[in-house]
């Protein structure tokens, strides 16, 4: 299976077999995940309670891979992870079919929907609401804002550190967002501490996601939930903010709480 795939100049610090096949974004590169990080994962489900959900995923309905759904799905499953969020680029309705997948697998694993919005200043993952109904695609981010959550939704600003596509020290001021992706699977370890402090000074929560656009790639980094999350009730999970973003890659033990209030 091949996809479209872009890199960074950097070189990137996990102990993971990477080949760059590209130029431009730095997030881009392919991987292969090692045993460490299936050990990883599973080792963690076996503490009390908590709903771990990989909040950042991207299918052939992004456009730039061609990853079917249910190999995403199956390998989630396979990670042991209570729930994967698929957020395709740009347009919520192109993930539609999901809403299928999302009944079937129902007794295995949740199955939810948002969209990586490319607001002007940069990415934004956003959940709870159709954003192509919205007509918010060329609003600054202020008002984009303001329209998402005036209709239920809820706004966290994707890797904010990445060089390229990100929001950077916008998100200083920008009011109403949810939280902050703090940890997200294809970034240099350096932008995602940077993102981690810069929730802890605007006293937000923070979230994790592999932004997967291969199966190998689903569970890198993952969402801690301290309360049961449901279909339902995701949205009011989000905006309480009793979480914290995972990094599971082989050369990260999980993160340390870091309170937000």
């Known amino acids: 299976m091949s996809r479209s795939v872009r890199a960074d100049t950097h070189i990137i610090p996990f102990r993971l077999r990477r080949i760059a096949v590209g130029a431009g974004d730095p997030c881009r590169v392919m991987h292969y995940q090692d045993q460490s990080v299936q050990e990883r994962l599973l080792s963690c489900y076996h503490n009390k309670m908590k709903t771990r959900i990989d909040l ?130 294809c970034n240099m370890h350096a932008y995602n501490a940077r993102a981690v402090e810069m929730a802890r000074i605007l006293s937000i929560p923070y979230t994790g996601g592999s932004d997967a656009h291969l199966p190998e790639e689903v569970g890198l980094c993952l969402t801690e939930f301290e309360d049961e999350v449901t279909p339902p009730n995701l949205i009011t999970m989000l905006k309480r903010g009793n979480y914290r973003g995972i990094d599971n890659r082989p050369r990260f033990s999980p993160s340390p709480v870091i309170p937000f209030l």
């Open 56 to 185: 950042h995923i991207h299918s052939k309905f992004s456009g730039d891979t061609d990853a079917e759904p249910e190999e995403l799905i199956m390998q989630a499953i396979k990670q042991g992870l209570h729930g994967i969020a698929f957020t395709e680029h740009y347009s919520y309705e192109v993930s539609e079919p999901l809403e299928e997948m999302g009944e079937r697998y129902k007794d295995k694993i949740m199955i939810f929907r948002g969209v990586e919005f490319s607001a002007p200043e940069g990415h934004c993952l956003i959940f709870g609401v159709n954003t192509d109904a919205l007509s918010i695609k060329h609003l600054p981010l202020e008002e984009m804002i303001r329209v998402v959550n005036e209709s239920g939704g809820v706004v966290i600003p994707s890797h904010p550190y990445r060089r390229g596509n990100s929001l950077g020290d916008v998100i200083k001021n920008a009011p109403g967002i949810c939280a902050l992706e703090g940890y997200n699977g």
